[in-house]
C-alpha cells in the first residue's frame, strides 16, 4: 500500500510540474539599449525561423536559443510560431543547407541568453517571464 501511494504521489507531482511548464509566460528579450519598445508575434518568428535576419529597427538580428531539450523552448515555439520542435529543426536544417540562413545561437540555460542579450545590442532571445530582470528589456509576452 505504502509503495502504491508513493507512486501516485510521484504521478501527481510530475502532472503539477508539467501543469506548471505548459502555464509558464515566455518574455522575448532584447537589450536594453535597443530602440524596439514592442514586437510582434509574426515579427519575432520571422526572425527565430530564418525568415528575416533583421529586426524591426533595421539592426541585424542576433537571435539566442534555450536547448533543444528546454521546456520553455518547445512551449516558445509551439506559441510563438505555430511549431514543434521537429518542424523548427526540419525548418533550420533546410536553411543551412541551402545557405540562406544561420540558425540562432544555442545557449545552454536562460541566465546564458539574457547575459548573451544584456552584452549584445543586436540580440534576441527568449526566457521564462519569472527570470526577467532590468539587465534586458521585454518586447513580447507569449502566453
Known amino acids: 500500500m505504502k509503495s502504491k501511494f508513493t507512486l501516485q504521489s510521484l504521478v501527481v507531482a510530475g502532472l503539477m ?3 506548471q511548464a505548459a502555464s509558464a509566460q515566455v518574455a522575448v528579450i ?3 539599449k535597443s530602440p524596439l519598445a514592442s514586437m510582434t508575434q509574426d515579427q519575432v518568428a520571422s526572425i527565430f525561423l530564418g525568415k528575416t535576419n533583421t529586426l524591426p529597427s533595421g539592426a ?3 537571435p539566442a536559443d534555450l536547448p533543444e531539450s528546454s521546456a520553455i523552448r518547445e512551449q516558445f515555439y509551439s506559441k510563438a510560431a505555430g511549431k514543434t520542435s521537429a518542424q523548427v529543426k526540419a525548418t533550420w536544417a533546410r536553411l543551412t543547407f541551402s545557405g540562406k540562413a544561420t540558425p540562432p545561437k544555442e545557449l545552454g540555460a536562460a541566465n546564458e541568453v539574457k547575459k548573451y542579450v544584456a552584452s549584445n545590442p543586436d540580440a534576441i532571445g527568449y526566457i521564462e517571464k519569472s527570470a ?3 539587465s534586458v528589456k521585454v518586447v ?4
Open 17 to 19: 510540474l508539467v501543469a
Open 30 to 32: 532584447v537589450n536594453p
Open 60 to 62: 541585424a538580428a542576433a
Open 132 to 134: 526577467v530582470d532590468s
Open 140 to 143: 513580447l509576452i507569449v502566453e
